[in-house]
């Protein structure tokens, strides 16, 4: 899980209420038991007390009132931690029989501390006991009219609450850290499967942007199936957009180059010697490479809006080499090219075999003899795609100057104008790079003329 997503802040809420649900469910049934544990306890000593109030109202002929013993050793032996108390109330000078474990010390009374009455009219509480040991108390007034009041008391030690809370927490703890770890796992599982439709739409994406789909296709979750439709939809609107731009374009190519041809065929007419009519072939030539170029950067433009196009360059490359060898003919020309199976470029195939079309044309007008094609991949962090391709055009010709190479790139600039074209080859390859994230390079080629190097987004 990635920081800030979607399945990491799914599954910390989930866990930080796991984590709250668990602790306070656990300190509610340790309160429980506790409160369970403690009343076993007073029953036990509520057992003990009954004992010594049915004595105390009740003697046996010819016995001093108070037991000496409940049948339990503990109160014999001194500073056990169970102890029985009988006070007289109400008597000048008041009696108290005790324990022989309680030996020399006192019980303290719970009337007095403000400790109430519970419903069977008996009290309890923890109080501190001989040498500050901790007990627990229960204790109940017990009225025999003419023989007066009295006040009965047995304590424990509550060591066996403390022991049995604390292996019950333990045990507790030990069950609740087991179902927290399988609760978690099953949280990141639920957040792993709930999310995988999204995944899904992710990976479609990528498939569609790198050539190998063109839609999202499979069945997804009611909840996102409207996103995957509207998705298709756009996508579908995309391609019908940049087909009607594609029309558009050509029309108007059409349109207005037409009218150009007539106004130059017009002047033609007139000859050389009329200052008008050249001045019309100029300025109309001007016009129309200046509508070739930017009809052919707004057709472009409208190509590279379409998604998930992808071009095996080799054919591409080949198929090229292969015409300009057929084209000179004439001069021996021979052209190398190397390039490896797997190269895939990201974009149209008429886009590339437009730039590389002219990055070789424009070497085969100017080689000796050899001109050489060299792909392969190259790491290009800067483009859209992520991976990039390499392409370099080499040939044995003149060369340039970096003064020339630099004017060379620019727009309709022309070096010779004795060399057949319109100089805008290397202009729309340098513009048409660069809306796919790519660039143009020129350096020399290391066989003596000039090299152009291409790097284009791939796959």
Not at 101 to 118: C, F, I, K, R
Not at 301 to 324: D, F, I, N, Q, W
Not at 334 to 340: E, F, H, L, R, T
Request: glycine letters at 8%; proline letters at 5%; aromatic letters at 4%.
């Amino acid at each position: 899980m990635r920081a800030n997503s979607l399945a990491l802040r799914l599954f910390l809420s989930a866990t930080a209420w796991t984590v709250i649900i668990l602790l306070a469910t656990g300190i509610s049934l340790s309160s429980l038991y506790r409160q369970a544990v403690e009343r076993s306890f007073d029953r036990r000593l509520g057992v003990y007390l009954r004992t010594l109030v049915a004595e105390v109202a009740a003697p046996e002929e010819g016995t001093e009132r108070g037991p000496l013993s409940l049948g339990e050793p503990l109160f014999e032996l001194p500073l056990s931690g169970w102890y029985w108390q009988i006070t007289r109330l109400g008597a000048p000078k008041p009696e108290t029989r005790s324990s022989r474990s309680l030996w020399d010390s006192t019980l303290p009374h719970l009337a007095e501390q403000g400790v109430q009455a519970g419903p069977d009219g008996s009290r309890r509480s923890y109080v501190p006991g001989p040498e500050d040991q901790r007990l627990r108390l229960v204790e109940r007034t017990v009225d025999l009219g003419d023989e007066g009041r009295f006040l009965v008391a047995v304590a424990g030690d509550p060591q066996e609450i403390d022991e049995e809370t604390r292996s019950f927490d333990n045990a507790l703890a030990i069950t609740f850290v087991m179902l927290a770890a399988v609760l978690l796992l099953i949280t990141m599982f639920q957040v792993r499967f709930g999310l995988a439709p999204l995944k899904r739409i992710s990976e479609s994406l990528a498939a569609i942007r790198a050539g190998r789909s063109e839609r999202l296709e499979g069945d997804f979750p009611h909840e996102i199936a409207p996103l995957a439709r509207e998705t298709n939809a756009l996508i579908e609107a995309n391609r019908e957009i940049v087909e009607r731009a594609r029309t558009h374009v050509g029309n108007l190519a059409h349109a207005l180059k037409t009218p150009l041809s007539v106004v130059v065929n017009e002047a033609a007419t007139r000859g050389d010697d009329d200052p008008l009519a050249r001045k019309v072939r100029e300025q109309a030539a001007i016009m129309r490479d200046q509508v070739t170029r930017h009809l052919e950067r707004a057709r472009l433009s409208a190509r590279l809006t379409v998604v998930g196009t992808v071009t095996e360059v080799k054919p591409v490359v080949t198929a090229l080499a292969r015409t300009m060898e057929k084209l000179h003919h004439d001069r021996g020309l021979v052209i190398d090219a190397d390039v490896p199976e797997t190269l895939r470029f990201v974009g149209e195939r008429q886009d590339l075999e437009e730039m590389v079309g002219n990055l070789v044309d424009n070497a085969c007008k100017w080689a000796e003899g050899r001109v050489s094609i060299e792909a392969g991949p190259a790491p290009s962090p800067g483009l859209r795609a992520g991976a990039g391709l390499r392409i370099v055009v080499d040939d044995d010709g003149p060369g340039l100057s970096a003064a020339e190479r630099e004017q060379a790139a620019r727009r309709g600039k022309r070096l010779d104008e004795t060399k057949p074209g319109s100089g805008l080859g290397l202009s729309i390859v340098t513009e048409l790079a660069g809306l796919y994230g790519g660039k143009l390079t020129l350096a020399a080629a290391p066989i003596g003329g000039l090299r152009a190097e291409l790097v284009l987004p791939a796959v």
